[in-house]
């Protein structure tokens, strides 16, 4: 269920780094239903090619990898020169395994961080002259890690907490020009890469839903709706935030304090 028009971003464009599967993908899928123009980019580009043809047949799927500025800065300009301007731009590109600080090389280590922070610098900046001006909406995809440290997540926590302060810094910065840039920070969400990574099993997946204060992993359509809220008119006034689209994750751990023999909260 939406609260969105189905015409809702007709007439404008969006290039979704990333956005070749997961999350990011439902992302261009659900901006496309809703009329946009959509190009999606990957390092894959078996697996841009295919996520375009899923979006719908005017979708572009580009190749590039977000930790080389020259090859984003091409596939951005690619987009811009096939559909005019860009109105929306997700960086959404991330990389992540599980592993304690010491079994983490320094390569491991500034991969992730490569990916996701100097990934997010990359698209942002090798776009701000793409952009249709004023009204650009930019989104970065963070996550509950760059506000709450999490074990065996050191390069995740380092490379999102990064992000956070980016997006502020370009809200500053090119708030003047009619350019908004905000972040969604996704809770867990079901059928990911990422969750798979993090929780490969049912029964963690059970333990961490039940702290979950919704009881419950997300779904890739609820995170892009809070996608199109972003990019919508309705967030004009907008700009510098978070929105965390996680099921209250970030406030913490919602089991009952007291355990089976406690009060029930709610
Ligand atoms: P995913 O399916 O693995 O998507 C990652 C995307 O990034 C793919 O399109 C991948 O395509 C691309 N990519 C990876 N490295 C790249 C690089 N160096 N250059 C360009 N593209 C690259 O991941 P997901 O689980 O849906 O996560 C999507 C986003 O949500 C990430 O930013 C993640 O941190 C965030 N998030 C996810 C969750 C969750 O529950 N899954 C929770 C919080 C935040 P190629 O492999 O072809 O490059
Ligand atoms: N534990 C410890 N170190 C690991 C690791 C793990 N599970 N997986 C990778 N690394 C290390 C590698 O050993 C390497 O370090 P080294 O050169 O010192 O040995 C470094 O990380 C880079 O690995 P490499 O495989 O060369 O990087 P890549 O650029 O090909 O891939 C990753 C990047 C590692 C992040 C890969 O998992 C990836 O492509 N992820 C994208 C999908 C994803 O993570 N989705 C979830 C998003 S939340």
Same mark, same amino acid.
């Given at each position: 269920?939406?609260?969105?028009?189905?015409?809702?971003?007709?007439?404008?464009?969006?290039?979704?780094?990333?956005?070749?599967?997961? /999350?990011?993908?439902? /992302?261009?899928?659900?901006?496309?239903?809703?009329?946009?123009?959509?190009?999606?980019?990957?390092? #894959?580009?078996?697996?841009?090619?295919?996520?375009?043809?899923? /979006?719908?047949?005017?979708?572009?799927?580009?190749?590039?990898?977000?930790?080389?500025?020259?090859?984003?800065?091409?596939?951005? +300009?690619?987009?811009?020169?096939?559909?005019?301007? *860009?109105?929306?731009?997700?960086?959404?590109?991330?990389?992540?395994?599980?592993?304690?600080?010491?079994?983490?090389?320094?390569?491991?280590?500034? &991969?992730?961080?490569?990916?996701?922070?100097?990934?997010?610098?990359?698209?942002?900046?090798?776009?701000?002259?793409?952009?249709?001006?004023?009204?650009?909406? %930019? /989104?970065?995809?963070?996550?509950?890690?760059?506000?709450?440290?999490?074990? %065996?997540?050191?390069?995740?926590?380092?490379?999102?907490?990064?992000? #956070?302060? *980016?997006?502020?810094?370009?809200?500053?910065?090119?708030?003047?020009?009619?350019?908004?840039?905000?972040?969604?920070?996704?809770?867990?969400?079901?059928?990911? +890469?990422?969750?798979?990574?993090?929780?490969? &099993?049912?029964?963690? &997946?059970?333990? %961490?839903?039940?702290?979950?204060? %919704?009881?419950?992993?997300?779904?890739?359509? +609820?995170?892009?709706?809070?996608?199109?809220? *972003?990019?919508?008119?309705?967030?004009?006034?907008?700009?510098?935030?978070?929105?965390?689209?996680?099921?209250?994750?970030?406030?913490?751990?919602?089991?009952?304090?007291?355990?089976?023999?406690?009060?029930?909260?709610?």
């Amino acid at each position: 269920m939406s609260a969105f028009k189905d015409n809702l971003l007709a007439g404008k464009t969006a290039f979704i780094a990333g956005g070749t599967s997961g /999350i990011n993908l439902g /992302i261009a899928k659900r901006y496309a239903e809703l009329g946009a123009k959509v190009a999606v980019a990957g390092r #894959n580009p078996e697996k841009a090619s295919n996520a375009a043809a899923e /979006i719908g047949s005017e979708a572009l799927g580009l190749s590039c990898d977000v930790r080389d500025y020259a090859a984003t800065r091409a596939a951005l +300009e690619e987009a811009a020169g096939k559909f005019g301007p *860009l109105d929306i731009v997700v960086s959404g590109a991330a990389g992540n395994f599980v592993a304690p600080a010491l079994a983490m090389s320094a390569n491991g280590f500034r &991969t992730v961080v490569d990916i996701d922070l100097n990934g997010t610098f990359n698209v942002f900046r090798g776009c701000r002259d793409l952009l249709r001006t004023p009204g650009a909406a %930019l /989104i970065a995809i963070t996550a509950g890690q760059a506000v709450k440290p999490a074990m %065996l997540q050191a390069h995740v926590c380092a490379a999102k907490a990064g992000i #956070n302060q *980016l997006i502020r810094v370009l809200a500053m910065e090119w708030g003047p020009s009619g350019v908004r840039v905000n972040g969604i920070s996704p809770g867990p969400i079901a059928g990911t +890469e990422g969750m798979a990574r993090l929780s490969p &099993t049912e029964a963690s &997946t059970r333990a %961490l839903a039940a702290r979950i204060p %919704l009881r419950r992993y997300g779904e890739i359509s +609820e995170v892009a709706e809070s996608a199109v809220f *972003l990019v919508s008119d309705s967030a004009r006034y907008v700009t510098g935030t978070i929105l965390d689209c996680d099921g209250g994750s970030q406030l913490g751990d919602a089991r009952d304090p007291l355990g089976e023999q406690g009060l029930q909260p709610g």
